[in-house]
C-alpha cells in the first residue's frame, strides 16, 4: 500500500527512480481499485442498464484519476533500469510494448546512474523497517542485556564512574 501511496503522491514527478517492487505494488493496487470500481458501477449502479449508452461514472473517474500517476511510474521505473523515459512510447506500437513489460520484470541497475536524485531514496520496505528481536533462548544471562535495569558488575581495572551512572 505504501509503494501506491508513494505512486499518488509523486504524481507530476518524472525525475527519479522506482523500484520493481513500487512498481509492480503500484499497479496491483490500481488493478484493484479498477475492479471495484468496475464491480461498483455494473452491479450497484446498474451501469448497463441500456446496452447502447453504458453509464461507468466510477470507472472513469478511477482511470481518469491513474492516468498521469501511471506514466510518471512507468517513467521513473525505466529510469531505475538506466533508460529514459521515452521508451513509453513503445506502449504506442503493437506488440512493442512486450519489450518494456520485459523491462518492467528486469532487475533494478546497480549503482547510481543519470536519472538518479541528487539525494538517494530513503524508502526501506516496511520488513526492514521492523526492529530486530532477541532470540527466546538467549545465551546472554538477563542481568547484562542491554536495557536491563539491574546494577552492572564493576569491569575489572576499571576505575571511572560507579556502576549506575557509567555508559556501556
Known amino acids: 500500500m505504501r509503494s501506491y501511496l508513494d505512486g499518488m503522491l509523486r504524481t507530476f514527478e518524472f525525475a527519479g527512480r522506482s523500484t520493481r517492487?513500487?512498481?509492480?505494488?503500484?499497479?496491483?493496487?490500481?488493478?484493484?481499485?479498477?475492479?471495484?470500481?468496475?464491480?461498483?458501477?455494473?452491479?450497484?449502479?446498474?451501469?448497463?442498464?441500456?446496452?447502447?449508452?453504458?453509464?461507468?461514472?466510477?470507472?472513469?473517474?478511477?482511470?481518469?484519476?491513474?492516468?498521469?500517476?501511471?506514466?510518471?511510474?512507468?517513467?521513473?521505473?525505466?529510469?531505475?533500469?538506466?533508460?529514459?523515459?521515452?521508451?513509453?512510447?513503445?506502449?504506442?506500437?503493437?506488440?512493442?510494448g512486450l519489450i518494456v513489460l520485459y523491462w518492467n520484470c528486469c532487475a533494478s541497475e546497480p549503482g547510481r546512474n543519470a536519472h538518479d536524485e541528487s539525494e538517494p531514496s530513503r524508502y526501506e520496505p516496511y520488513y526492514m523497517q521492523q526492529q530486530v528481536r532477541l532470540p527466546r533462548y538467549s545465551t546472554i544471562p538477563r542481568q547484562i542485556r542491554m536495557g536491563s535495569n539491574a546494577g552492572r558488575p564493576m569491569a575489572a581495572g576499571y576505575e571511572g564512574l560507579s556502576s549506575p551512572e557509567r555508559f556501556i
Open 21 to 96: 517492487m513500487q512498481y509492480w505494488m503500484f499497479f496491483l493496487v490500481q488493478t484493484l481499485v479498477y475492479a471495484a470500481a468496475a464491480v461498483i458501477d455494473v452491479f450497484v449502479l446498474d451501469g448497463f442498464a441500456n446496452p447502447r449508452k453504458p453509464q461507468l461514472p466510477i470507472s472513469l473517474f478511477v482511470a481518469f484519476v491513474h492516468f498521469v500517476p501511471g506514466i510518471t511510474v512507468q517513467v521513473r521505473r525505466l529510469h531505475d533500469l538506466g533508460k529514459s523515459g521515452a521508451w513509453i512510447l513503445l506502449y504506442l506500437i503493437p506488440f512493442a
